[in-house]
């Protein structure tokens, strides 16, 4: 038997990943850019088993659901493929947050699965190959293979080439909190990210304005990244979500996330603004308000969160590291 266990942190995006442009192959339609944040952790065991006469998935204690089980199944043939083996892995993997609830927990899954089961099956691969790989199981978890800020490049459709996640260096790394308020306590989400987002594609007329825009939002990311500039860096960021939120509203029937806590949360971020202090907000396929500020300033932030009404719980998390084997 063959054993590896790795960990990997979850990723908000600044800049989001909301459509694909290739299904089978899990290409994105545009690119994308994160922070990984060490907060919000995923550990996962990856055993080859010859005993095993299927693949078998433990999630945060329980048994999995049998779409998981097959999902991560799919995921481990790839890496078979790879080490030209036919063996049976068991599969345990813990959260330290909220599982599929809006708060990234298949970028840290699939990237924490991509490099203990590539570790177990005793192939070695590039960062950027396992973030490639990572990419197949979900398209976020490329991100996760990196620590600090991430970009996320969507390759090009006309020549097919594939897509991979690499590191962006910026000062600002130093000095960025994210502030995450938990909204409905963690509940699981109504709508799965990758049925929405085909959902979006499909019937929302503004679609097709999102996917455009994001090539010009990372153009200004980056500069914001180069020139360390936090407030451009959040006014693109919160901007952004509101834009692929607002495209996925317009699905037809809609899709939305959001609920009154959401939106009380974001006013607040909006009042924390005016009066003066680094705050941006951004929301992802949940209820749940991250907020961009600056390490000065993130202890103020999250009191303020907390006191708007319905908020579950409110965590600050500095920047993470990258995809690590552990055992
Ligand atoms: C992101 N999200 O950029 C965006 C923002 C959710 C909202 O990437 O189909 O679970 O597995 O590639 O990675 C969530 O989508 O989708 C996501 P698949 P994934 O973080």
Same mark, same amino acid.
């Given at each position: &038997?063959?054993?590896?266990?790795?960990?990997?942190?979850?990723?908000?995006?600044?800049?989001?990943?909301?459509?694909?442009?290739?299904?089978?192959?899990?290409?994105?339609?545009?690119? +994308?850019?994160?922070?990984?944040?060490?907060?919000?952790?995923?550990?996962?065991?990856?055993?080859?088993?010859?005993?095993?006469?299927?693949?078998?998935?433990?999630?945060?204690?329980?048994? @999995?659901?049998?779409?998981?089980?097959?999902?991560?199944?799919?995921?481990?043939?790839?890496?078979?493929?790879?080490?030209?083996?036919?063996?049976?892995?068991?599969?345990?993997?813990?959260?330290?947050?909220?599982?599929?609830?809006?708060?990234?927990?298949?970028?840290?899954?699939?990237?924490?699965?991509?490099?203990?089961?590539?570790?177990?099956?005793?192939?070695?691969?590039?960062?950027?190959?396992? +973030?490639?790989?990572?990419?197949?199981?979900?398209?976020?978890?490329?991100? +996760?293979?990196?620590?600090?800020?991430?970009? &996320?490049?969507?390759?090009?459709?006309?020549?097919?080439?594939?897509?991979?996640?690499?590191?962006?260096?910026?000062?600002?790394?130093?000095?960025?909190?994210?502030?995450?308020?938990?909204?409905?306590?963690?509940?699981?989400?109504?709508?799965?990210?990758?049925?929405? &987002?085909?959902?979006?594609?499909?019937?929302?007329?503004?679609?097709?304005?999102?996917?455009?825009?994001?090539?010009?939002?990372?153009?200004?990311?980056?500069?914001?990244?180069?020139?360390?500039?936090?407030?451009?860096?959040?006014?693109?960021?919160?901007?952004? +979500?509101?834009?692929?939120?607002?495209?996925?509203?317009?699905?037809?029937? @809609?899709?939305?996330?959001?609920?009154?806590?959401?939106?009380?949360?974001?006013?607040?971020?909006?009042?924390?603004?005016?009066?003066?202090?680094?705050?941006?907000?951004?929301?992802?396929?949940?209820?749940?308000?991250?907020?961009?500020?600056?390490?000065?300033?993130?202890?103020?932030?999250?009191?303020?969160?907390?006191?708007?009404?319905?908020?579950?719980?409110?965590?600050?998390?500095?920047?993470?590291?990258?995809?690590?084997?552990?055992?």
């Amino acid at each position: &038997m063959s054993t590896a266990t790795a960990r990997a942190c979850a990723n908000i995006a600044l800049v989001k990943y909301w459509g694909k442009r290739d299904a089978a192959r899990n290409l994105p339609a545009a690119g +994308s850019l994160s922070l990984t944040l060490g907060a919000l952790v995923t550990e996962t065991t990856v055993a080859f088993d010859p005993a095993l006469a299927s693949d078998e998935l433990n999630l945060d204690g329980a048994s @999995a659901r049998p779409a998981d089980v097959s999902r991560t199944s799919a995921f481990l043939d790839l890496v078979r493929a790879e080490a030209s083996i036919t063996t049976r892995a068991r599969v345990t993997s813990t959260n330290d947050f909220p599982t599929a609830s809006g708060l990234a927990s298949s970028a840290s899954g699939y990237a924490a699965l991509a490099v203990a089961a590539t570790t177990a099956a005793g192939i070695t691969m590039s960062p950027r190959a396992l +973030s490639m790989l990572a990419r197949r199981g979900s398209g976020s978890a490329a991100r +996760s293979i990196f620590g600090g800020f991430v970009r &996320m490049h969507a390759g090009q459709a006309v020549d097919g080439s594939d897509a991979f996640a690499e590191p962006i260096v910026s000062r600002l790394a130093d000095r960025v909190r994210m502030v995450i308020a938990i909204v409905g306590g963690g509940a699981p989400k109504a709508h799965g990210s990758r049925d929405a &987002m085909d959902h979006t594609a499909a019937t929302s007329p503004f679609y097709r304005a999102w996917v455009e825009l994001v090539p010009h939002d990372l153009a200004a990311a980056d500069g914001a990244l180069a020139a360390a500039d936090l407030a451009t860096l959040g006014t693109i960021a919160e901007a952004n +979500s509101l834009a692929m939120h607002a495209s996925a509203i317009a699905a037809r029937p @809609a899709i939305w996330y959001w609920q009154p806590t959401t939106l009380a949360l974001l006013a607040e971020v909006r009042a924390l603004r005016q009066r003066g202090a680094a705050a941006w907000a951004t929301m992802d396929a949940g209820p749940h308000v991250k907020v961009l500020t600056s390490i000065d300033e993130a202890e103020a932030v999250a009191a303020a969160l907390r006191t708007v009404p319905g908020t579950t719980s409110v965590t600050i998390s500095g920047p993470g590291g990258p995809a690590t084997v552990t055992t």
